[in-house]
């Protein structure tokens, strides 16, 4: 079985400061990694995912996530945050020997940018 | 491409009564997936159809619920007898399956209100 752990249900930064979102998995094999943003009342967009290859993932927006697989973490992170960012930030894997890619998401991260 | 689209937004039912949701996927694809997300909680897994045939349900999917890819287009999620437990944001995806690990697309989901 997977889970994901994000460390931090809120976090709040001041504009043009670094964002850091935490995110630690736990699977039997390396899985496919992902991080999807929702805003209110909204559905999930996907920022970035890293599947195979480079462990450096640059997404939408600015972001980008690091693939460490001895510390099986996958945190997101942003050079200087707008306002813009804003929103529920949720981590998730899928196993890449299950051929339904299903995700298991985290609890989500709660990103509040202060002017 | 129109994207994901969920009908209604928003349903307000009484306990016991039961309510039926609708899901139109990113034409032409073949995989659809629902996932239910409770206040403050990332989304849950439900179930997955790949064209028309549901080829997996979590245990989450009681009997009270079912779930129907008729034509391998659009989807239907029912659930009978409705219970304040089951007062949540039903969220559908899809997905195009071409090897390795597809994104999937998420529609802006609807939100269940049990009184």
């Known amino acids: 079985a997977q889970s994901v752990t994000q460390l931090g249900s809120h976090v709040s930064v001041s504009e043009g400061a670094l964002v850091l979102l935490r995110c630690n998995y736990s699977s039997s094999v390396p899985p496919y990694l992902f991080w999807y943003v929702q805003y209110p009342n909204q559905g999930l967009q996907l920022l970035l995912k890293?599947?195979?290859?480079?462990?450096l993932v640059k997404g939408i927006n600015g972001f980008e996530a690091e693939f460490k697989k001895s510390e099986t973490s996958f945190h997101l992170t942003k050079p200087s945050a707008h306002m813009s960012d804003a929103a529920e930030y949720f981590c998730?894997?899928?196993?890449?020997?299950?051929?339904?890619?299903?995700?298991?998401f985290g609890g989500g991260t709660r990103l509040m940018v202060k002017p | 491409d129109t994207g994901v689209s969920q009908d209604p937004r928003h349903k307000i039912t009484k306990r016991g009564q039961n309510v039926t949701f609708r899901c139109d996927p990113i034409s032409e694809h073949n995989r659809l997936y629902w996932y239910r997300q409770t206040l403050g909680q990332g989304p849950e897994f439900l179930t997955y159809f790949q064209n028309e045939a549901q080829l997996e349900k979590s245990r989450l999917l009681s009997d009270r619920f079912s779930a129907e890819r008729p034509k391998g287009s659009f989807s239907t999620l029912e659930i009978q007898r409705t219970e304040q437990g089951d007062s949540a944001m039903y969220l559908c995806?899809?997905?195009?399956?071409?090897?390795?690990?597809?994104?999937?697309?998420f529609g802006p989901g609807t939100r269940l209100t049990v009184l």
């Open positions: 998730a894997v899928s196993d890449p020997n299950n051929a339904g890619n299903m995700l298991t």
């Open positions: 995806a899809s997905s195009l399956v071409s090897g390795g690990s597809a994104t999937q697309y």
């Open positions: 890293y599947t195979t290859g480079a462990t």
